[in-house]
C-alpha cells in the first residue's frame, strides 16, 4: 500500500489532503508537534475508513523528525508521498526590523533544514522504487518577499531554492518534487472547492508531472 507523510499535519489541508489520499489508497502518517492532537485526527481517519498513524516531531529537532518518518516507514511501510507543509510561528511574520539573526536562523531550521532532513530520510527508498513525490506548500512570499513578513521571506525561498534543484535533479527518476504557492490563508482566499479542492490540486501535483511551481491562484488576488 503507498503511503503519504504529511509533514505539518493539521484539521484544515493536512486533514483534507488525508482523506484525498486515503480515497486513493494510501496510509497516510500524520506528522506534527503535538500528539494528542494527532491521535486525535488519526482517530477520526480511522473511523472513516483509512489506514493512519500519528507521529510526533518537531521540523527544528532533526532528530525527532528522521525518527518519526523512520517510524512511520517501519509501521506503514516505505513513503511514497512526501508533503512538507508546516504553519510557520506568528514569529517569522514579523517586520524586517525586527529580525534577529536568531529569529531568520529558526525561520531557516523551520523551512528549508526541516525540508532536507526529511527529504533525505525519503528519498533512498523512492529511488530504489523508481517513484515517489514530494510537495512543498508554500506562501506568497515564496516568490515575493514582503516587509512586514520578514521571516518567511527570507526562509521560504530557500526551501523554494532546494525544491527546485531536487526537481531539476530528480525528474529523470521517476520522483517528482513540485511547489505549491497558496498566496494566503485558505478560508480567505473564497475558493470555489474550498479546502478539497487545494487537495485535489496537492493530489494532481502528486500524479501528474509538471513544473516545479504551481500558483493556486495568481499572487496578486492573494494577502500573503
Known amino acids: 500500500m503507498p503511503v503519504i507523510a504529511i509533514i505539518g499535519a493539521g484539521p484544515g489541508l493536512g486533514a483534507a489532503v488525508a482523506r484525498r489520499f486515503g480515497r486513493e489508497g494510501f496510509s497516510i502518517a500524520l506528522v506534527a508537534r503535538n500528539q494528542s492532537k494527532l491521535d486525535a485526527m488519526a482517530a477520526e481517519l480511522t473511523a472513516a475508513g483509512f489506514t493512519a498513524s500519528a507521529y510526533a516531531a518537531d521540523v527544528r529537532t532533526p532528530a525527532s523528525l528522521e525518527a518519526a518518518l523512520a517510524r512511520a516507514a517501519a509501521e506503514l511501510g516505505p513513503i511514497t508521498a512526501l508533503q512538507y507543509s508546516p504553519l510557520p510561528s506568528r514569529d517569522y511574520l514579523k517586520p524586517v526590523l525586527d529580525l534577529t539573526p536568531d529569529l531568520a536562523l529558526e525561520a531557516l531550521q523551520f523551512s528549508a533544514l526541516g525540508l532536507i532532513h526529511a527529504v533525505r530520510a525519503v528519498l533512498p527508498a523512492m529511488q530504489q522504487a523508481g517513484s515517489g513525490s514530494i510537495i512543498m506548500i508554500n506562501g506568497g512570499t515564496s516568490v515575493k518577499a514582503r516587509a512586514d513578513f520578514a521571516g518567511t521571506s ?23 518534487v513540485n511547489q505549491l504557492v497558496i498566496p494566503g490563508g485558505i478560508p480567505q482566499l473564497q475558493l470555489a472547492n474550498g ?15 509538471g513544473p516545479f511551481r504551481t500558483m493556486l491562484i495568481p499572487l496578486e488576488d492573494g494577502r500573503e
Not at 525544491?163 to 530528480?170: F, K, Q, R, T, Y
Not at 479546502?195 to 508531472?209: E, P, Q
Open 195 to 209: 479546502i478539497d479542492g487545494v487537495a485535489d490540486r496537492i493530489w494532481d501535483l502528486h500524479a501528474v508531472a
Open 154 to 176: 527570507v526562509a521560504f525561498p530557500a526551501e523554494s531554492a532546494y525544491g527546485e534543484m531536487l526537481h531539476d535533479a530528480l525528474e529523470d527518476e521517476g520522483i517528482r
